[in-house]
């Protein structure tokens, strides 16, 4: 069982292994600089349904059966799943899954939910209650625009601080025993709240809770960033990647070196016109299935941080001029037990 050594983290006693992950995309995360690295890139956005919505319940369901498949075993050996999207209720988690019969339970963590995800179904596999334990998420593009900012035929105009939601999935199987990757420890965030209003500027919304996030796991480890090959953060973007620096630099803790966001990664900002960078709880959910873990697999990652961020925000909230608070989870992932 996890051993807690303060209110946020906790030290695993078994180090569970991610014995599978997967991850499919839509065809302009495809065209970007690491398109390569995802399992699936689908050109047809309606993923053959007649709605956005169903297009991404197709797009989750797909993403979670394509893991189970990698780690060759059936959705009857799945003890159970944690997931969750953005659109409202998580119905394209709910309608993407329940042909599946997993035993389920969702959550909700904005661009977090593949951080918190991974967390739950880490603390439940190193306490022995499940063999096989999945977590998983989706975003897409056209249901999060339609839910959270102005229909596409509107035509609004994007700030440069705006970022894209990625039409993409991820989704991970971990087991008691199995080969690396292997979840080292995790560390719960805190709520975080610097009175940013702006939805089109959620990087510098979410800057804070990674910095909090990030600062207080090393406090509690004694660990430094030089201990990590990489401390990747979720859907920062650039604008609040270069604030998570400055905030960070104030607690003399520097990750210039290593830090890498999935949301500045994911697309090409100039080429293809995503400004700040990516987000959805997609982004970096595929950039962590796609693109991090085999290289831990492989050995050239030894040591790394995932601290996904979410802006725990909803249209109403946002409609009657209320911040947005945010949320960092944080997983330490490691090559070795």
């Given at each position: ?15 569970p ?10 065809e ?33 369901k ?80 056209s ?21 894209w939601?990625?039409?993409?999935s ?12 292997y ?10 709240d ?37 401390i ?16 960070l630099?104030?607690?003399?803790i ?11 990664i ?57 911040s ?14």
């Amino acid at each position: 069982m996890a051993k807690k050594i303060s209110r946020n983290t906790f030290l695993t006693e078994n180090s569970p292994s991610i014995s599978a992950f997967a991850s499919i995309t839509g065809e302009k995360e495809g065209s970007g600089p690491i398109g390569s690295c995802f399992d699936r890139v689908e050109k047809d956005s309606h993923f053959g349904q007649d709605s956005w919505e169903k297009a991404e319940s197709e797009l989750q369901k797909q993403t979670v059966e394509l893991a189970i498949k990698k780690a060759g075993l059936k959705s009857a050996d799945i003890d159970c799943i944690f997931s969750g999207d953005l659109i409202n209720q998580c119905m394209g988690t709910t309608y993407g899954l329940r042909d599946l019969n997993i035993p389920f339970l969702g959550i909700y963590g904005a661009c977090s939910t593949m951080a918190e995800g991974l967390l739950l179904a880490t603390l439940l596999t190193d306490s022995g209650l499940g063999e096989h334990i999945a977590a998983a998420t989706s975003s897409h593009f056209s249901t999060a625009e339609r839910q959270f900012r102005f229909p596409l035929s509107y035509g609004g105009q994007r700030t440069p601080s705006a970022q894209w939601t990625c039409t993409a999935s991820g989704a991970v199987i971990l087991s008691p025993q199995g080969g690396a990757p292997y979840i080292k420890a995790v560390s719960i965030g805190n709520i975080t709240d610097l009175g940013i209003t702006d939805a089109n500027n959620m990087g510098a919304a979410m800057a804070p809770a990674a910095a909090s996030t990030i600062k207080n796991y090393l406090s509690d480890t004694g660990l430094t960033p030089d201990d990590f090959d990489v401390i990747v953060t979720g859907d920062l973007g650039t604008v609040g990647s270069q604030l998570l620096k400055e905030l960070l630099l104030k607690d003399n803790i520097d990750i210039s070196v290593q830090h890498r966001d999935c949301g500045a990664i994911i697309f090409d900002s100039e080429e293809q016109d995503t400004h700040a960078g990516g987000s959805g709880c997609g982004c970096s959910a595929s950039v962590l299935c796609g693109y991090f873990l085999p290289k831990v697999q492989t050995g050239e990652i030894k040591e790394m941080i995932f601290a996904a961020t979410g802006a725990l925000m909803s249209p109403t909230a946002s409609q009657q001029g209320e911040s947005i608070p945010s949320i960092s989870h944080l997983i330490h992932i490691s090559y070795k037990i």
